[in-house]
């Protein structure tokens, strides 16, 4: 690797029309060879002509608003239900849009309401028949006669979406005060999609420098319901969510091609909604599948009119990215050349590292140069820190990318704002270096892994490989040990219960986890009510296999137990009803391989409560009172481990790493090319001979690795990358 290599290339740069001599001292120091626009700033033709390739954003449904304006009828649409109202006499009125931010939704009256909408009594379960209820369009209420007193009412409705939500969302947190709202327009309607052919042709036309067109990213947003901002901001935001893909016109549609309709209450589920911790349905799946093939259909058509013009074209994994679905098989057929997401997390990076039939992978870091972070952060306002918010944010990340490799990286936003922070600066331009010498590692060859292949088992499997709902979402103990295994040097595969159903268990796997609360679609919900799935877990464990389980694993109410895999597990959990039966005693054994490293108690974050053993064999290692919180079972020829919490840190990395080891009987892989120190990990390049050793804390540490030459000893400064030649 020579010098050039690791001060330049790799590094996308956001310039900013104004501040021309800025963009272009930042771009030469921070190693760029690429410099983007951003939503709100644009690029001057001293940037555009400068020495630099050029990507352009575009966002095609919120491109063109005077035709949006102009057609209101093919704006995008989603389905609401109304906030509850408790029938206190025989009459009901809700007003429809209560609790719900004005400025984002307006109710579709021009579809017929009572074709299209439906009432429920949420008390009883029925709905109302629609002679019962009225609608009043000046109002925006529906009036509900012959209730029952006491009973819960809502009402399922249309409403058009006349606010983009990444606009809204930026215009809100950089108070672009009278700015333009823009409007996203529905590609579903022929009408949209002659409109976003004509305004990507001219749009091509104008952009003769652009190289890469920054697709952000096609066509439907993930579901995002912002509040009355007087009493909550959002109401949800659920980035796997394909709820704002949906509308009167998407459903005839669908229904042309599966033969069947949906009712407004197969998207609301009493309130419930299709979100990504619910058990996806078969309707759901099939609404999943429809609405992909369309993206792909029209997404590779304008890819092809990119292509025309000599243009590449990458994807951001984010914001409009809802029918994408890179790790489904129809994703190739877009025929993008690249994919981006903005990331904060380890998880985050394998998502994009590992994304199929793309030839760049790009990480987009934060802080994005915003005055306030994602986060809440203040970020670039008085009193932040970007420089270790970014520090934090990169720690996570490495340990993913070290494992494996993406192509690049880059910021977005407003570049001025780093003007007040030259440490930020400074930061940048050695992290860019950084990240150049990881880079060009795996461009020599693959890490050392680990001969251990672990499968994490959820309703979505590979369709969320590396995702749960967004970014980081603390205390979902799925997503805390998805963090954790990002970077660990194992391989790591996600399986779902319908390919157990369709073709068994890989006899490649060595260890399953399965990590949730009963009914989300992490644990798995009503999958476990079926024997099938229980016999297929039971007997991998029982010939060989590891099972890990963390927080209400296999739960269900269900049969003789509650965890339905208890037998494997050796622990279930007290729901009350048997309260009154003697449970096992036991004493915690904290001399165990699974611990060797563990300095003090363990810290997994909120674990489950009245968790007790189910056979005198079970060790349990761990203990919260009467409750265990770590233990471990042999199952016939195999292995079990229990967690009743986890929460992603440096030492329950490496707990979970010696919990996957010994359910998988490859204890001895931790004699060697692992760090003595918990806060410190590594990662050893075989091709060419080099160890990197990091420091995952903002203190210095002291460690050692076991290599082929003998034992290492490393020092380490806080946050520090150390690279050797061995």
Not at 463 to 491: D, F, K, Q
Not at 699 to 708: G, I, L, W
Request: hydrophobic share 35%; glycine share 8%.
């Amino acid at each position: 690797m020579d010098n050039k290599s690791l001060s330049t290339g790799g590094f996308t740069l956001p310039g900013e029309a104004g501040y021309e001599t800025l963009t272009l001292e930042l771009a030469k120091k921070w190693g760029a060879d690429v410099i983007r626009d951003s939503d709100g700033t644009q690029l001057s033709d001293e940037i555009i002509e400068s020495d630099y390739d050029i990507y352009s954003t575009l966002c095609l449904v919120r491109a063109d608003n005077e035709w949006a304006k102009a057609n209101p009828t093919k704006l995008q649409q989603c389905c609401v239900m109304s906030k509850p109202v408790t029938a206190a006499t025989a009459t009901v009125e809700i007003d429809l849009l209560e609790g719900y931010f004005k400025e984002q939704l307006v109710i579709n009256s021009d579809d017929a309401p009572k074709e299209w909408w439906q009432v429920f009594d949420r008390t009883s379960g029925e709905e109302v028949p629609a002679d019962k209820w009225s609608f009043d369009k000046d109002s925006g209420t529906v009036t509900i006669d012959g209730t029952t007193k006491w009973h819960r009412y809502t009402v399922n409705f249309f409403c058009y979406r006349i606010w983009e939500e990444i606009s809204m969302y930026n215009h809100v947190t950089n108070d672009w005060g009278d700015k333009e709202h823009l409007m996203p327009i529905d590609p579903i309607h022929p009408e949209a999609r002659d409109q976003i052919r004509d305004y990507l042709t001219k749009w091509l036309d104008s952009h003769p420098h652009t190289k890469v067109v920054r697709l952000t990213s096609m066509f439907y947003n993930f579901w995002w319901f912002w509040g009355d901002p007087a009493q909550q901001k959002f109401i949800v935001n659920d980035w796997g969510s394909y709820e704002f893909s949906v509308s009167t016109e998407s459903i005839r549609q669908f229904e042309a091609k599966f033969g069947y309709r949906p009712s407004s209450e197969d998207f609301v589920n009493a309130g419930l909604y299709n979100n990504s911790y619910k058990v996806p349905s078969k309707f759901y799946r099939d609404w999943m599948d429809f609405i992909n093939a369309f993206v792909v259909e029209f997404g590779k058509e304008c890819i092809e009119m990119i292509h025309q013009r000599d243009k590449l074209a990458f994807v951001f994994y984010n914001d409009h990215w809802i029918g994408i679905e890179p790790y489904n098989e129809r994703f190739k057929d877009f025929g993008f050349d690249g994919i981006i997401d903005g990331i904060f997390s380890g998880f985050e990076a394998r998502k994009v590292a590992e994304c199929p039939a793309v030839s760049v992978r790009e990480l987009r870091m934060h802080p994005y140069l915003f005055p306030t972070g994602v986060n809440g952060a203040p970020s670039f306002l008085p009193g932040g820190t970007p420089t270790l918010e970014c520090k934090s944010y990169w720690v996570d990340i490495r340990r993913a990318i070290l494992r494996k490799g993406v192509d690049r990286i880059g910021f977005g936003g407003y570049l001025h704002l780093v003007e007040n922070h030259p440490d930020f600066v400074d930061y940048i331009e050695e992290l860019g270096k950084e990240f150049r010498q990881l880079r060009n590692l795996h461009h020599d060859g693959a890490p050392r892994e680990m001969p251990v292949k672990v499968a994490l088992l959820t309703a979505w499997g590979n369709t969320r490989a590396w995702a749960c709902c967004g970014h980081y979402n603390h205390g979902n103990y799925y997503n805390e040990v998805m963090e954790a295994v990002s970077g660990l040097p194992i391989e790591t595969v996600f399986i779902s219960f319908e390919d157990i159903l369709d073709g068994g268990i890989d006899p490649s796997i060595d260890v399953i986890v399965n990590a949730g609360l009963v009914d989300d679609s992490w644990s798995g919900g009503e999958y476990w009510k079926n024997a099938k799935i229980i016999e297929a877990v039971s007997e991998f464990v029982a010939q060989g296999g590891g099972l890990i389980g963390v927080g209400e694993p296999s739960a269900q109410r269900h049969s003789t137990q509650y965890f339905q895999l208890s037998d494997a597990l050796g622990v279930d959990r007290e729901l009350g009803l048997t309260s009154a039966f003697n449970r096992y005693p036991f004493e915690a054994k904290s001399e165990h391989f699974i611990l060797e490293d563990a300095s003090g108690p363990l810290e997994l974050g909120k674990t489950i409560d009245r968790v007790y053993i189910t056979n005198p064999d079970t060790m349990v290692l761990a203990a919260n009172a009467a409750t265990p919180t770590l233990a471990v079972k042999e199952f016939q020829k195999g292995r079990s481990v229990y967690l009743a919490g986890y929460k992603y840190s440096p030492a329950n990395v490496r707990l979970l790493l010696r919990a996957i080891l010994w359910a998988s009987k490859n204890e001895a892989q931790l004699q060697s090319w692992i760090c003595s120190n918990a806060n410190t990990e590594c990662a050893y390049y075989p091709a060419s001979k080099t160890l990197v050793v990091v420091n995952n804390t903002e203190e210095k540490q002291s460690t050692s690795v076991s290599t082929d030459q003998g034992q290492k000893s490393f020092e380490l400064e806080p946050f520090a990358t150390l690279i050797e030649k061995l």
